[in-house]
């Protein structure tokens, strides 16, 4: 008895995914084959594309004929791909590090971060003077919200062998997790400072625009997902809970990378 596609179809299971993952009936044969895809699948598994190619237009022109039966490793991979694809043209582009060469290396910031916007804004005209133009102070009806913060780090491994590593660096370290979807993990640890609370962080991985099949590039993004949690609760901006928050969320980051770096030299 496989009850995999019972569990599909459950309300409950469908809640906060995204719309792509549960095509019409129909959709995905009028979106057509990724011939990238197959292609990359092949190479992967080291077989011809045309196989790959002929397993999902089968897959496409009768998706519930074998529902009951595993998929074909080449189809899941396919998925996986074109997953990847979506995610990537959906979520923002973050910094990214300046170095290729090593394997994990940080993500160092090329501009001015984002939080500090607001004080440059307000600093006043006498301030903002260059190339024979002065910016006129605009006057603010509201409080400007403050960014999360974002920490990355990149790899030139393939993705399953990056997460593999991420989920080896949890479980050696002592943290609770859990998987949004393939490539986004939700992060919790005891807070040291405060018994009883946690600290949560999301890690999510992405695929670079310069990615390619002979040269893999992938990003590793570390967001706190604390910070809004806790000015919500105080009910104010002070300076106290957002160097708290950030500290907390460095703490779980350099462990984490760590980890990652010490894994990588082995």
Known sequence: VNPFQDILEHPWFRVNLKDYLFPAPGQQLQMGIDVEACQEVASKFGVCPDIVRKIVEEHLESPDLNQNEDPSRYLVAYRLIIDGKILQSQE????????????????????????????????????????????????????RPRSKWHLGIRSQSNSMHV????????????????????????????????????????????????????????????????????????????????????????????????????????
Not at 100 to 117: C, D, G, I, Q
Request: net charge positive; with cysteine.
């Open 163 to 266: 997460m593999k590593e991420v989920y080896r660096a949890l479980h050696e370290l002592g943290f609770l997790w859990r998987n949004i979807s393939f490539f986004r993990i939700r992060v919790k640890m005891d807070s040291k400072r405060n018994p009883g609370r946690h600290e949560k962080m999301n890690i999510t991985l992405y695929r670079s625009p310069r990615c390619s099949e002979r040269s893999p590039d992938y990003l590793l993004d570390f967001s706190s997902c604390q910070m809004e949690n806790e000015r919500e609760q105080s009910g104010d901006n002070s300076d106290w809970v957002s160097s708290h928050s950030t500290m907390e969320f460095f703490e779980m980051c350099s462990k984490i990378i760590n980890k990652l770096a010490l894994q990588g030299n082995n």
């Open 92 to 143: 923002p582009d973050f910094y990214l590090a300046p170095n290729k060469t090593s394997l994990l290396n940080l993500n160092v910031p090329k501009k001015a971060h984002p939080e500090r916007m607001h004080e440059l804004l307000d600093s006043g005209p006498a301030d903002m003077v260059g190339a024979g133009q002065q910016m006129t102070k605009m006057p603010s009806t509201r409080q």
